[in-house]
């Protein structure tokens, strides 16, 4: 059995997690003596079963063979370079904060030296080394520790960098290579409480290191929830999703980041900045308090927020449907989209998406199932004459009150039924749900094998998502014979969040690089000329995932010069020294 994993690091903060790969380190991906691939671990439902058509699938799609025996082999001595020490600065903390509050170790610098972008950061650390590592990591315990840390980065003239959870995808944990100045991260996981609860006016008080899984379980040992589920829900912070101006599965019932949270209080150089009071809103002038939704570490630390909760769902139920193809599937989604009764989280996966997920089927009583055999067994082909190469799939999540739920249950199977959708049943709807959690290691797995690859995603108006896919699949076949490369490309992609004018789009794709010098950065270079096509064909820069470096040239395409001039303004205005010098976003 090859397991492509080292073993974890140990460091000051969560013991619980890999040390550089995505999620925790009982999870991960094994291949067996038979080919087939199996998943460690209990935490997910794809966990201690035999998948045997994964690899044959992965084969099929990239047109290549893959030799399972001989992965890639992680770098052991990874390079870490030397501290850069402010030896004032390293003075006051050493007065101001007991030991186990800062790190000088090379493991703890080394995990707070990048983000959880795959090509040019994972890709790196994993098999390669990384071009610059702070100099010391700062593990925050309160907003008192915060303001002092601030006061003392400014006094020294030290570079500050804020860390959540480390999942941003965006290289916006990169680390700019024209700073001289010592840099300290600074790791506010360890604020993580709930301050309070109202459970008169539906309200909390959290902290801002405190991840969505760790959030989500709290409040509901209290009987509420916050219902925001991002894909990186288990890892990624409060703080985070709103430096990310960030979304989530259940949007459609609980809104996006900023929707949520009602007030921020955020620790800069210049200040405390903050509404004083938390308020379902205010006409106050311009909203300051919207300064932190995108802020990408720019401005300061964001230490707490006043979020919105809401009881815990009398019913939850799940429901999937299949679709003859994408069109059909988009139909049903519109329709949906515009009904009035849109369900918590309704997405839809392309046919290539579709059979991925497939793939990755359990073995069944000691028998492969394909995807082709089960599709037979509904009747698909002979009855419905659906086309495996083009149908898809879109899966729902329905909660609140019982009556609420079956009013969209009864539009939904209405609506799909009037589309040729043919209801595949609530387990399948919750697999495709619950798969979102899991499928995220399999990128660390694939890369073992050569095979990397990058997810982005953007904002399009309904009338252009057909345009969009088209345009980006053409450009990848473009880039890929262009760099030569081995096999096939792979592209997939999948709405996942439906509005009143639009949708995001979610885009997968991979090549296979084995032989291919640098892959990392001809990976890199894909993915930037796939975001311009989708620039030149009406879709956003981003949807949730942010701007952080790998999108920040395409700024002066989405932003008029003015608005550039304003947001560095206030920059200036809080941060005149550059101490939160991160650099995303174009500042």
Known sequence: MADHHQSPLEYKGDSQLWGHQWGFKDTTLVVNDDRSVMMTGERYGLTGVKMPGFIPFLEAELGITIDEKTPLTEVSEKVVGTVHRNKAFCAAIEASFPSSQYAFEDHDRLLHSHGQTTTTEVYKVLYGQLTRTVDMVFYCESEKDAQTLVQLAVEHDVCLVPFGGGTNVTCALQLPPSETRMIVSVDMKRMSRIEWIDSVNLKACVQAGITGKDLENQLRASG???GHAPDSLELSTLGGWIATNASGMKKNRYGNIEQIVEKVTLVTPAGVVEQME?????SMGIPVQQLPFGSEGNLGLITKAVIKIHPLPEV??????MFPNFTLGVEFMKRIAHSGLVPASLRLMDNKQ?????????????????????????????????????MVVATVVMEGSAQEVDHQERNIYATAKQLKGLATGSKYGEQGYMFTFAIAYVRDFLSSYHIIGETFETTVAWDKIQLICDRVQTKLDEQHQAFNLPGKPYLAHRVTQVYHTGVCLYFIFGIYTKGVEHPEDVCWQIEHSLRQVILDNGGSISHHHGIGKIRRDFMKDVLSPAGMKLMRGVKEATDPQNIFGIRNGGL
């Open 224 to 226: 509420f929830i916050c």
């Open 316 to 321: 939850t139920k799940y429901a999937s449907f």
């Open 354 to 390: 579709f059979r991925l997920g497939f793939s990755l089927k359990p073995q069944n009583s000691g028998v492969v199932e394909t995807w082709m055999t089960w599709l037979k067994q509904l009747y698909l082909f002979k009855v419905l004459k659906f086309n495996p190469t083009q």
């Open 278 to 282: 938390s308020v379902s809103r205010a």
